[in-house]
């Protein structure tokens, strides 16, 4: 009889409770009802972002959750206002809520795929944003990041096509031309670079980097005069830019203008005492002119400055070598060799 | 004797008598003529001194070149046009330092008179050979062939060939520098006066060569050239440098030339060259430690000597095999060549006859300063010959397998120049130096000893860039808001629910609800309420609405709903009651609209009569009154007629839409049957009316 009962007590609560959730689910006007007031505070919010209030707006989307919880749309406005704040965490858990009820969203996984790529996380980042092109988020910096993403991942010419189509869909975006080049220059299509530096700087007049690149690039064509003036143009523009002076000075060095050179690299470590690539640039200009003394003083300021400068024990080693220090060089090759470059092995053979 | 070497004896006969015959070696003398010279009273008596004074000085030869060059330089500022003198001291500065200058007063001399003396064009030729000139070099030696009577320019072809030669082989060598740089090992080592002869201890510790600087104020010069003469000294070493020099001192030193040629391999007995001695000799002194002195030395085997002159000596370190120079000419090919003995049995004096190392090693020309290393295989050693830019330069030989010499190669240039390189000693704890002897820029006056450090290949220094290649983190990360999203659109769907019941009974009925929007006069939902009278509708917008309602039996139901009123937002109540069809049931048609004083049916009217024409097809066997009232404003027979004319309209109108005629009858009843009161606006409203009467089933 006990056993009878509980039977019935329990059919009846299972019974009572799909009732319940019948009324509650079935319950068209609550639903109505939820979703008028889901939009209202939805809406409140796109103004607040259209206003520039993000954190008005954060209210409102948070309003609107409370009537419709996971609703995609506010998931993802309140995840892009995280980010904007860099609650990166936060704008992560929102943007998994969403892909996790409606994984078609593409921009929410361009998002997550940027928010994968400020957590380092390139394999990651690059799922995602394969998944936001897939789902036809096909924007011009969802191909650009898929791009930067296949370059650091050394896939470099997936990422030739992804900035060509960043470009196609953006035909002014100046660091897709810029990359691009970059890419081109990594897999050795120098004129290909070339001509996606010039429409970088052609797009953007101010962009520095782009100079910078084209003109070291016009040093490996042979085109030193046109790398001064890609390097004088940035030193116009910028005078505190001592990588420009060191670029600059590298040009007239491989054009045999030693003085001019050294008024460069001088200019660069005037800028900033402790770059010590321009003091190893300097030593060089020195050691062309013959002035080996001076040129080891300045080996030995960049080596003060880094103490793992391969370059400048290798390049001290020579000029030592050429004042007949023989034993200082094959040490100062024994400490570039340690430090990683391998080409100072066939110049310690020379000292056995 | 081969055939080889048996021209070679010829080659060098041919060319000692050319000496013989035709000095070209030896410079010319040429007069000063007192006439010419004179330029003027002032000055003259004191510079034609200094030119007689010169002149003393020149004759005795190279070694006083030096001193007649300081008085010619007092006699030049006197007059500087003197071909003559121009000519002397142009080869003063040739034998002593300073080329350049050289050919700057032998060209002034041959510009100022060309036939200054028949050699001029030689010493020019000789003077821009020394300084790597070697296509003028050639142009003067060629000029000065040419202008020689033919008797004589066959003696000296040979000798002048050789020394184009010389220039062609230079040439090449100075395209082609080798790596290395060559430092004088300072003072203390090196001096004013004559240095060279190096020889290293073999634990590399000490440094044995031999200077022409005066070793006490009692030193003599030997005055065949005025130098000094030769002693040996010893430094000691000190890091990359020598210090402590003093001389070997007696009995190794003595009054005459004594010059250090080798050292044992054990590094205890030096080789010693006295040239007094036999013709020129090698002796050997051992060095007692204990004591800091050496032995007086004494004649090496007789194997090594002969009434000629041997200058070098060295021994291979197991001390199996000697080498030697000798000029001895029955041996010889030329000159002073370089010899070989090997021992009979090791650790004994018992040497087989030394043998000239042939024809491979040694030319018709001179061999000097021989080296071998302590493993017997490398052959260092000075030569005229082969492909030497001028003098003597350094070459190296190493032994093949079938024990004959490789092919002597050049050391290069700039260890080899057209002046005399010598007595080449490799560092044999450390290879990349060796040292030697040489007249060069970095001494400290006449023969010097060098140190060679020698470079590996040409290396090209490393320039660093640090400009980053990607720029794509100067713009991260990028905006999340690049446009502004858009509103979403409210759903304001509204519900209204309700009963329709029995106005009698109050039981649900089932009936069909339409809503029209009252100012689009559009019906916007339409519902069936079930058999209980429940009902449930979507509207669009909080606002006014008619409503009609048609249930089989009952009458249509016409009313006004306004749900702006409404204080609810989504949900809607409305409840509507009808009656059933009884004849005498009444209905006011409240959306009948006529013309002004007209019974013109408006429009707008004929929503509410297409309910009544429906209601009529629904119940066919209905029978209508359809009447006209209005309110009591006007005089009651105009009040009666428009009445009776409206119910008419309203007639015609469903009888044009297919309603049998005798279904229906129209009545004006005017003000008599008011339903609100005629005092107010309101109530006259109420009171204009069409109304319908069910008056048969």
Known sequence: MNRLLGCILVLFLFSAGELMSQTVSADPVAKLRNQRNYAQAYNQAIEAIKAGDYSRAAVFLDKALEFSANAPEALLQRAKIFFTYQDYDASLQDLETLLKNKPETGEAWYLEGLLWMIHDS????????????????????????????????????????????AIDKNPNHAIAFHERASVRLMVKDLQGALYDYRMAVGLDSMFLTAYNNMGQLKMILGDYQGAVEDFSRVVRLDPANHQAFNNRGQAYYLMGEYPKAVEDFYAAVVIDSAYAAAWNNLGNAYAKMEKYEEATTYYTKALQIDSGFAVAYLNRGFVNELLGKLENACADWNMAFSLGRKEAEKYIKECK | MTVRTD???????????????????????????????????????????????????????????QDARQLYLEAYNYNPLVPELNYKLGICYLYTDDKFQAIEYLRSAWNLKPAVTKDILFYVGRAYHQVLNFDSAVVSYQNYLARLPNKEKVVAKAMIDKLIQECYDGKKLAANPVRVIISGLGEGVNSEYDDYGPVLAPNDSLLYFTSRRPGSKKAERNPYDNKYYEDIYVAKREGTGWTDVKPVGKPVNTRHNDAVVGITPSGDGLFIYRGITGGGDILLAWHRRKKDKFTTPFQVNEKFLSRYRETSICMTSDSTAVYFVSDNPSQSMGGKDIFMSTTRKKGTERWKKPVN??????????????????????????????????????????KLDDGSWSAPENLGYPINTPDDELFYRPDILNPKYAYYSAVREGGRGGKDIFRIAFLGEEKELVLVSDTALFAWRQAFPPKAFTKIPEFLGIDSTLVITGKITDAATGKGIMARIEFIDAGASK???????????????????????????????????????????????????????????????????RNIFFETGKATLKPESYAELSNVLKFMEDNPTIRLEISGHTDNVGSRRVNQ?????????????????????????????????????????????????????????
């Open chain 2, 641 to 697: 007629k428009l009445s009776e004319d409206r119910a008419r309209a309203v007639v015609d109108y469903l009888v044009a839409k297919g309603i049998d005629r005798s279904r229906l009858e129209s009545k004006g009843y005017a003000d008599t049957q008011p339903v609100s009161t005629n005092a107010t606006s309101e109530g006259r409203a109420l009171n204009r009316r069409v109304e319908f009467k069910v008056i048969g089933k």
């Open chain 2, 523 to 589: 019906t916007v939902a339409t519902a069936v309420s079930d058999t209980t009278g429940d009902y449930r509708a979507s509207l669009p917008a909080k606002t006014k609405y008619g409503v009609e309602i048609m249930a089989k039996d009952y009458l249509f139901f016409l009313e006004m709903v306004n749900l702006a009123e409404d204080t609810s937002d989504v949900l809607f109540v409305r409840n509507f009651a009808l009656n059933k069809v009884e004849v005498g049931t009444k209905v006011v048609l």
């Open chain 2, 7 to 65: 021209i070679m004896r010829k080659l060098f006969l041919l060319i000692l008598i050319a000496c013989l015959v035709y000095p070209a070696h030896a410079q010319s003398d040429p007069k000063i003529k007192r006439n010419k010279f004179f330029a003027g009273k002032e000055g003259f008596r004191e510079a034609w001194k200094c030119v007689k004074k010169g002149n003393e000085f020149y004759k005795k030869g190279k070694g006083y070149f």
């Open chain 2, 357 to 398: 190392l042939g024809p491979v090693i040694n030319t018709p020309y001179d061999e000097e300063g021989v080296y071998i290393t302590p493993d017997g295989k490398t052959l260092y050693f000075s030569s005229k010959g082969h492909n030497t830019m001028g003098g003597y330069d350094i070459f190296r030989s190493v």
């Open chain 1, 122 to 165: 390139v394999p990651r980042a690059l799922q995602c944003m394969n998944e936001a092109i897939r789902r036809s988020y096909t924007t011009d910096e969802a191909f650009f990041y898929r791009g930067v993403l296949k370059t650091l991942q050394g896939d470099y010419s997936g990422a030739i096509y992804d900035y060509t189509m």
